[in-house]
């Protein structure tokens, strides 16, 4: 790959940026408008009534708050399973910068355990 020119902080701290990053991970920057995801979850098939209320929830905040949902994604799975197939396409989003807002109805639905983490990823990045 190659290296990367660090940029200095004024108390000379190396940092990279974002771009060079995404140019590190081979991902093409995308300049198209950022969007607004919704993700919502149930542990198994027996809940779907849950995410049905779930989705109504979230559809009566997001015309609430005038927000148009450019993407509506939800998993059927444990929340300490991180391999859920549309937590994965969320993820990818927000690594590659696509996501400008993140919509769930509850911090679990997202992840079990460890939100915390998400929530400093989100300040970060």
Do not use: P
């Amino acid at each position: 790959m190659g290296k990367f020119k660090a940029h200095r902080t004024a108390t000379n701290r190396r940092y990279y940026t974002h771009d060079q990053y995404l140019e590190y991970m081979g991902i093409e920057k995308n300049d198209t408008q950022k969007k607004i995801i919704v993700y919502y979850r149930v542990s198994s098939a027996s809940q779907k009534n849950d995410m049905q209320s779930q989705r109504q929830a979230i559809e009566t905040f997001c015309t609430a708050c005038g927000l148009a949902i450019d993407e509506w994604l939800y998993d059927i799975g444990s929340g300490l399973n991180y391999k859920r197939k549309k937590f994965l396409k969320l993820m990818d989003l927000v690594e590659a910068g696509e996501v400008s807002i993140l919509i769930i109805a509850h911090k679990d639905r997202l992840v079990r355990f460890g939100f915390e983490w998400f929530q400093y990823f989100k300040t970060y990045n």
